[in-house]
């Protein structure tokens, strides 16, 4: 009889009899690469998927691996030996994927690298010691049926054509196990792109004939959207004012162009949450809750697999098997450059997909390259469309022409100037240096004014200065649940005609829907102040040159963060430009491109996979591990702030969970280093040394002085000592 070799085995419980079920390699392996060549189909590897897929777990043809799973044996490097068999038809990326499916996509490494170096070649090199058992030549492993695709030299595109393959394997791995282990999970559940087109249809029409002058400005663009929607899979811009309807606008092109087009779902990335949470609810009441998923790190999905009620949102956060997707630009560029099988399961979901990046302004200027470089493949290599959303577009063109030569930027909106025109609705006026008394004077005059500067040490200080009733101060030093509860009376205010003086960071400049008949801009970048603009009169109730923008400046130098864009602005602004002008905004980008030279790639990201890093080739790993879209220089503190104080206690006592962690985000403040250490010497602060709740990088507020109900957390302990935030 033939030897029997297993993947998996899963205990059972039939009528209170306990048995093991086991599942044949062959079958674990014919089912991966049958999964893994579909997905990779979208991109013409389908080959290459499928071989992936039926040697990736060749190494458990083992005797050492199957102790390891029927006798719960010692561990065993089950991943090298498929990986060799792969290696051995000329294609070391292939290879490298299926080396990585559990320990992560490797750095490829070099022909010098010793013997167990964390490189692809130097653990190839293990093949045949003692390290790495030697299969069973009673399990017949079919041959590779590739053709040969050597590495020559280092190349961007087949950068990201591997990380995607790794991908559809991974993701294939995962599923084929669930379904052995799990049976049928709530996979797929979305309704067809169809159907959302026919449900957003039905809400448009009930838009038809608008009366308002605005709202036929509005309908026109919607139009204007629907009508591109036929053209060309691609890269667009979608150039539109504040409040000229761009969130609805831009869904109306995402799915009459992914129906035309045959595509498989639309992918929405935006920079905050809050405006994640904005556009989501949006989405839902149009599309149904079912089809929209939202994935970023405030979400929490109610998952109870073990009892048998698996929550369909988490398991399709796990690949973005969703018709509609909406995430964060750190989650959607971090995965694009990642190496770990977790994060990078979903990127094969991308292919053939209309993905929208709203706020595309606010891509970060250190990494600008790389996630243009990003984009551009999507659409060049895996049949992706990429729409840049926002009202301030930035000057990207010349990137995207070396990233995807062969796709150029089409506008989707283009009678630009017209709209900008029609929508003004503020005025904008430069009043020079003001000094902090001077300035807390002229919001006084205000019944109802929005005052945004560049610092959280400058909020708390104008806010102070200001008369406590109808007041209001919002920062990151506030958790986000109080911010929410903060924003909730303010709107109310608002709308009952109430006095309301808010000072504020530029939390509030992007994705929060408050409208102030007045509004003051410390001087920033352009787009920065144009978005400001957008919460003054946004809904056009009141006269343009009754509704002024008011830009200062402050006695205090602005944090070195914003100098560079702050250059910009002066050049762009030189001789009374119009500041609301889309010309003006060219320049501006022009200007901050120019001043920050070739910063564009901080951690030189494109020169690592077109040239190598360190004499390894590909570096993979290497990337990943340094690629973060926002520095990580700060630490995390958490405030026992109502609802808040109990999260807390659950998680001193033990209960962590993804799912608490998530909750305690809510009551949450981020801190740089200095302030946090500043805290910790005035005692404030129960660390990682006292809870094994907690990593170096994080604490509890134990002394809620300083925390205060309009302020949040005190720049200031028992040192004095104050910081910029």
Known sequence: MDKKFYAHTRPINENGVERTEYQLLSDHERGVGTLCGQFAEAFDAQAEGHEAGVHHDDGKATAAFQHRLLDNGPKVDHATAGARNIMLSNNLLLAACVMGHHSGLPDLGSTNDPEGTPTFTGRIKKWGTPAIPPLDPGCPIPPVRLPQRPVTKPSLSESFRTRMLYSCLVDADYLDTEQFMKGDMPRGIGDSLETLLTRLQAKLNEWDNPTSALNKLRQQILQACVSAAANPKGIYTLTVPTGGGKTTSSLAFALHHAVEHGMKRVIYVVPYTSIIEQNADVFRGILGDENVLEHHSGVQFENDEENGNPDP???????????????????????????????????????????????????????????????????????????????????????????????????????????????????????????????????????????????????????????????????????????????????????????????????????????????????????????????????????????????????????????????????????????????????YFRELRKLNGSAIDKIGVIDAFEHGRGGSLYPFRTIAENFRMIDNDTRTVYIPWKDGSELIERLCDGACSKKLYRQLGQYAVQVYNAHFQALYDAGALQTADETNALDDRSAILCDLSLYDEKTGLSLKADSGQAFFG
Not at 367 to 379: D, E, F, R, T
Not at 496 to 505: F, K, Q
Request: aromatic share 6%; proline share 5%; glycine share 4%.
């Open 313 to 587: 949102k988490a398991l399709t956060a796990e690949n973005w098997d969703s018709p509609l997707v909406i995430t964060t630009a750190v989650q959607f560029f971090e995965s694009m450059y990642a190496n770990r099988s977790s994060q990078c399961r979903k990127l094969h979901n991308l292919a053939n997909s209309v993905i929208i990046f709203d706020e595309a302004q606010m891509l970060p200027l250190c990494h600008l390259m790389p996630c243009v470089a990003a984009i551009s493949a999507l659409v060049e290599q895996f049949g992706a469309t990429a729409v840049l959303c926002t009202a301030t577009q930035p000057v990207l063109g010349d990137l995207i022409q070396r990233f995807a030569p062969s796709h150029a930027v089409s506008e989707i909106c283009p009678e630009i100037p017209f709209y900008f025109d029609k929508f003004r609705r503020v005025t904008f006026r430069q009043v020079g240096v003001l000094e902090d008394d001077a300035l807390a004077e002229l919001l006084c005059a205000h019944e109802q004014v929005l005052c945004i500067v560049n610092s959280r040490k400058a909020a708390q200080s104008i806010f102070l200065k200001l008369p406590e009733e109808g007041s209001f101060h919002l920062s990151t030093l506030m958790v986000p649940a109080h911010r929410r509860t903060v924003l909730e009376e303010i709107r109310r205010r608002l709308n009952d005609g109430l006095p309301c003086r808010v000072v504020s960071t530029s939390l509030v400049e992007a994705g929060v829907d408050i409208d102030f008949p007045a509004v003051y801009r410390e001087l920033a970048g352009l787009d920065s102040i144009l978005q400001a603009a957008g919460r003054c009169n946004r809904e056009g109730k009141r006269a343009a040159e009754n509704s002024i923008v008011t830009i200062f400046r402050r006695t205090e130098k602005a944090p070195p963060l914003f100098g560079q864009a702050i250059g910009a602005t002066n050049i762009a602004l030189d001789n009374n430009a119009d500041p609301a002008s889309p010309q003006t905004m060219e320049n």
